[in-house]
């Protein structure tokens, strides 16, 4: 009897699950859609979302502190000489800022790079998207960008003429940001000879 008793239980048991996970799955059939057409409709970004950096080449004193605080060791930086920030201006002065570059095959966001950095020129960006066909590829050369006027990283499908609407504004964004400093990041990638700022006043900074 008892084991009649565990049989019907069972069928029970089976009708059941199925009926409410069914249940579910038919909710969803009638509920609103939240496929988002990506790239045609813009990702929703939360305002503190930490995506691809952006980076103020003509701010960085190249002090290895953001390098340092990584702790998947994936922001290389190379320059020529010492670096400070020349308070008259804002802007780093000495020897060349010959490369920064982070590799995004290791980068987890964690923005643990942004808050050590004295002169604040390395942000967490609102990019998503990079993709890349190689591993190589997944190393941005922020020192590179910045010879084009860029402080961050764009996806291949936004160096297109034909994109949304979304996209376009994003970009322009991006540009309008970087475009008053183009000159100043051009020339932190190369010596100068400008009398650099007291210690103290790049600690400052
Ligand atoms: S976000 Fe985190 S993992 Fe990525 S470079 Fe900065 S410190 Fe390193
Ligand atoms: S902490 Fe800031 S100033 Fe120092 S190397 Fe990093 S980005 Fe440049």
Redesign the pocket.
């Known amino acids: 009897m008892g084991s009649a008793r565990e049989y019907f239980q069972n069928i029970f048991d089976t009708v059941r699950t199925i009926a409410t996970g069914m249940s579910i799955t038919l909710k969803y059939n009638f509920a609103k859609t939240i496929t988002l057409q990506y790239p045609d409709m813009a990702p929703a970004l939360q305002p503190r979302y930490?995506g691809f950096?952006w980076f103020e080449a003509e701010k960085c004193i190249a002090c290895d502190q953001?390098?340092k605080?990584?702790?998947?060791?994936?922001?290389y930086i190379e320059k020529g000489g010492p670096r400070k920030i020349d308070k008259a201006t804002g802007i780093a002065v000495g020897g060349a800022l010959e490369r920064y570059a982070?590799?995004?095959a290791?980068?987890?966001?964690?923005?643990?790079?942004?808050d050590p950095c004295p002169t604040d020129c390395?942000h967490?960006g609102d990019n998503h998207d990079l993709s890349a066909y190689t591993r190589e590829d997944m190393c941005v050369e922020f020192t590179d960008l910045a010879k084009e006027g860029k402080q961050t990283p764009e996806p291949y499908w936004m160096q297109k003429e034909n994109m949304p609407t979304w996209a376009k504004e994003k970009k322009n964004r991006w540009e309008e940001r970087a475009k008053p400093v183009r000159d100043e990041m051009l020339k932190a990638l190369k010596p100068s000879t400008a009398t650099p700022a007291k210690k103290e006043d790049a600690a400052a900074h």
């Open positions: 930490r950096h953001c390098a605080a990584c702790p998947v060791d994936c922001i982070i590799d995004y290791k980068c987890m966001f964690c923005a643990l790079c942004c390395i967490m």
